[in-house]
């Protein structure tokens, strides 16, 4: 991953390959000027001050997203000024926005790919705006290129590398605040960036076994506790969800129990995540041009073990367990049928009504299983339903839960990095649609509101009296558009920072 480092030095001295600025509109009180942001004072002097009016001929709008290069001015050590756009400017004195710092410093850094180093020069005075550059620039640079292997490819992957070095300039080597921030985000992000890599590796190379095998890694790595149920074992145990979607593919599945204890903590927060590592749809197989992404289908597990791993590593006084609920759902001789009936780790039968509803099936036994030891509180995180696409589009996940205040925590939770959400009700008239002929309850329910009746099918295996809430984010979670921001084209890691607010906000005492 990109190094980062925290500079006093000004942008003329910095030996680098860029100095990346910011641009903004002027806010009404600035009478709709364009506004170069606070950090670039040395980059306007050297341009006499009138950098803003060199990036205006230059065309700049100060819209989020732009980039305008110019050259930089003589004296300067770095050859390049690439200013970003910050959107609408506060007004003076303001703060500035920290999501519009991080995006514009995630665009940046993806135009710098091949670089080898770089100098930020934003406004950092902000509460969190080290953080949100940061995050920008780590998570911007990401790529995926694993697979790149051979001619113009491997050139390609070569020359175009993600940026080696970023530089925060003007920032506090010294200052506890600035040191904290930037850990921080180095922790999160470098779990966020593996948990995209989950994500964008193939699915026969990504399978359930694989997945567990890299989680114990990461276990060994930062001396967390795990435990992996394989195929005999789920057998054995009862859990006939996972089994039931796991049955028909030749790589089995897993069910892993990743834990984290601090000695201290006094809260215990569950996390369990949807671990499809291909999603064909099963018997109800999915027609061509909807299954060429699914193996985005494991993004819930991938954020609950980067999430896990970051809790960890930023040693938060709280608890916190994962469950991966990992399956492939594959057609074949032995895979489960529309019709049949499992009898799920809790104890319910369901009736499986259509094999594509496979995510509720291996989330209702991961649920139950960490319901048994009665968390503070669960979040479940999973790809789960395509109408959640439908309601909410492809950047915002829906959040749904037992509990009016737990909700609104983890959608302000997401609000505060950055993660655009939206809160989800569970009408109850929903419920019986799903109820079964023959079985306690079927896999599937009405079809307007699927994302809603996803939702009410898996609170039938919360424990009683548990604090749960459920996030889809099946729109989010894999960008089959081009990159933006922060945002690479491909798995997101989206709710990972969602889950480590949450797991700060427990530890600190501040929700369920
Ligand atoms: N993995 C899909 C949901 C999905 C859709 C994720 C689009 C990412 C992007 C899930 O398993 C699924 O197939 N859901 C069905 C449920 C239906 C059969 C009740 C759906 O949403 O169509
Ligand atoms: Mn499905
Ligand atoms: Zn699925």
Redesign the pocket.
């Known amino acids: 991953m990109t190094a980062l480092t925290l500079s006093t030095s000004a942008a003329p001295g910095l030996r680098a390959d860029a100095i990346v600025i910011g641009v903004a509109k002027g806010s009404a009180s600035r009478s709709g000027d364009l506004v170069v942001a606070p950090g670039a004072e040395a980059v306007d002097k050297a341009y006499d001050g009138k950098l803003a009016d060199v990036l205006e001929t230059l065309g700049a709008s100060g819209a989020e997203g732009e980039l305008t290069k110019l050259p930089a001015p003589s004296g300067f050590k770095a050859p390049l000024v690439l200013a970003a756009g910050l959107g609408t400017a506060p007004v003076k004195g303001g703060e500035w926005d920290a999501e519009a710092l991080r995006r514009a410093a995630g665009t940046a850094a993806r135009a710098l790919t091949g670089c080898k180093k770089a100098g930020f020069a934003l406004p950092l005075d902000a509460t969190g705006a080290v953080a949100a550059i940061a995050e920008g620039a780590l998570l911007g640079a990401y790529s995926f290129d694993t697979y790149k292997e051979t001619g113009k490819n491997a050139k390609a992957k070569a020359d175009k590398a993600p940026l080696a070095e970023a530089v925060l300039l003007g920032a506090k080597p010294r200052d506890n605040a600035h040191k904290a921030a930037l850990a921080r985000a180095v922790a999160v992000c470098e779990e966020l960036n593996r948990a995209r890599d989950l994500i964008n590796m193939p699915p026969n190379d990504l399978t359930p076994a694989a997945f567990a095998a890299v989680a114990q890694g990461a276990a060994k790595e930062h001396g967390l506790k795990i435990q992996v149920l394989d195929e005999k074992a789920l057998i054995k145990g009862g859990y006939g969800g996972i089994m039931g979607v796991g049955q028909g593919a030749t790589a089995t599945p897993r069910l892993v129990k990743l834990s984290y204890t601090h000695p201290k903590a006094d809260k215990h927060l569950a996390l369990v995540g949807k671990g499809?590592t291909y999603?064909s749809?099963g018997i109800s197989l999915k027609p061509a041009g909807h299954n060429e992404t699914?193996k985005?289908?494991m993004s819930g597990a991938a954020a609950v073990f980067a999430a896990v791993v970051a809790a960890a590593r930023l040693g938060l006084k709280v608890n916190v367990t994962g469950w991966l609920a990992l399956a492939e759902n594959m057609p074949s001789g032995s895979a489960v049928r529309p019709g049949d009936v499992l009898r799920m780790y809790s104890g319910k039968t369901v009736e499986v009504l259509?094999t594509?509803?496979?995510?509720r099936l291996v989330m209702a036994d991961a649920l139950w299983a960490a319901s048994q030891e009665k968390p503070d509180a669960l979040v479940d995180v999973a790809?789960?339903?395509?109408?959640m696409?439908l309601a909410l589009g492809s950047r915002t996940f829906g959040v749904m839960a037992n509990d009016d205040a737990f909700r609104t925590a983890l959608y302000e939770a997401a609000e505060e990095v950055g993660e655009p959400a939206w809160p989800m009700p569970m009408p109850e008239h929903l419920r019986k649609g799903m109820d079964s002929s023959v079985a306690d309850i079927a896999n599937?329910g009405e079809r307007m509101g699927?994302g809603l009746v996803a939702g009410l099918f898996l609170r039938e295996f919360v424990g009683e009296g548990i604090t749960w809430a459920h996030l889809d984010i099946?729109g989010p979670?894999f960008n089959e558009g081009g990159p933006f921001g922060y945002t690479p084209k491909g798995g997101t890691g989206s709710a990972v920072r969602t889950l480590v607010r949450l797991a700060e906000l427990t530890a600190e005492g501040l929700t369920a």
């Open positions: 499809i999603d749809g699914m985005c289908d259509n594509d509803a496979e995510g790809t789960l339903t395509g109408a696409v599937m699927g099946a979670a």
